[in-house]
């Protein structure tokens, strides 16, 4: 990106005209919004869960969704209502080529209503996609505006913390929305995500609307300091500024109460070495920042066990930040 700015998105440059069944299998990746003091500007990218698309061009004008799995029938086929067909969609009119023709097929492989970016980690897929069928070698960052028409459909804002790093991987910084800039940060390399989801219900849309929309100053300040303390914490490699600084008094307060014992889960990971501890996105996912993998995954194993105790099913994972982005498989 130059000057780490998004640029206005022209036609690419076609090496060679697709052909009718040409396809590509991609994957996109799950991703950690807010990072506890960071809301709507801060995002990071894991290794597991993702998404994949599986997308083909069809002698057809126009977008079909032929086959979506992994989601108990929650979404829709319907091209006009799915957030990966709409990003495309939008890509398409703005390169020129609403002529072609595609087939979709969406392979949800994590949950629906995580916290975790499940609907940026299909566009994301969706759009990787296409810009690979039509060896596309623009930057990458310049999908995301299209990636975040795919978020606006899918809880009613436009928001880029989960595009973001599900498309450019790592680290990254929403310093602007008007006009978007993006920023991707720099990361100590020992930094390992552990994720816990509890199998309870916190849609997106309703998550934000219990945000308090008016603040008290000395709370701004409070976070103000927080965020620019984890930002120099990822620049001078400092895993503990990192952890001092990731605290919330905004949003957290609120969402907690949505989370079944969020506080005694923090209580726990805390006091199993953790470097940090908050909600994932709008939850109800929660993620811990350890200095090594062995700490991780004790977390996420006692974590889950207190769920346990409280008839709540969960899944775990455990990751270093993820740094690629989205890939082709296949």
């Avoid at 807010?34 to 990218?45: E, H, K, Q, R, Y």
């Avoid at 998404?51 to 992994?70: A, F, H, L, Q």
């Avoid at 319907?78 to 703005?94: C, E, F, I, R």
């Avoid at 409280?310 to 296949?330: C, E, F, Q």
Wanted: proline share 6%.
């Amino acid at each position: 990106m130059e000057d780490n700015k998004i640029q206005e998105v022209k036609a690419p440059s076609l090496v060679t005209s697709p052909l009718v069944g040409t396809g590509v299998h991609v994957f996109a990746p799950a991703t950690v919004a807010n990072v506890v003091c960071g809301f709507d500007v801060l995002g990071f990218a894991v290794n597991e869960p993702g998404d994949e698309v599986v997308m083909r061009i069809t002698n057809k004008p126009g977008i079909t969704i032929s086959k979506i799995t992994g989601d108990d029938g929650r979404l829709p086929l319907d091209p006009a209502k799915n957030t990966v067909s709409v990003s495309v969609q939008h890509y398409l009119q703005s390169v020129g080529r609403t002529d072609i023709g595609l087939d979709i097929e969406l392979h949800k492989k994590m949950p629906i209503g995580s916290g975790l970016g499940s609907s940026s980690a299909s566009t994301v897929a969706g759009l990787f996609a296409i810009k690979t069928l039509l060896g596309d070698d623009a930057d990458p960052a310049k999908l995301l505006p299209f990636a975040m028409k795919g978020e606006e459909m899918a809880c009613g804002h436009g928001h880029a913390d989960n595009v973001a790093p599900a498309l450019l991987g790592g680290f990254v910084l929403i310093r602007s929305y008007e006009p978007l800039d993006v920023v991707r940060l720099p990361h100590p390399a020992g930094l390992y995500c552990a994720i816990v989801f509890p199998d309870v219900d916190v849609p997106t849309r309703e998550a934000r609307q219990i945000i308090r929309k008016n603040i008290q100053m000395k709370d701004a300040v409070t976070q103000w300091g927080n965020i620019a303390g984890l930002v120099s914490g990822l620049f001078m490699q400092d895993i503990d500024l990192i952890g001092r600084s990731m605290k919330d008094v905004l949003v957290e307060p609120v969402r907690s109460m949505l989370i079944p014992d969020f506080y005694k889960m923090r209580e726990m990971a805390m006091s199993l070495g953790a470097v940090s501890f908050g909600i994932s996105g709008s939850g109800p996912s929660v993620f811990a920042f350890t200095k090594d993998e062995e700490t991780a995954r004790l977390i996420t194993q006692k974590l889950q066990q207190h769920l346990t105790g409280l008839k709540i099913g969960s899944n775990t994972y455990v990751s270093t930040i993820n740094d690629a982005g989205p890939r082709v498989i296949g």
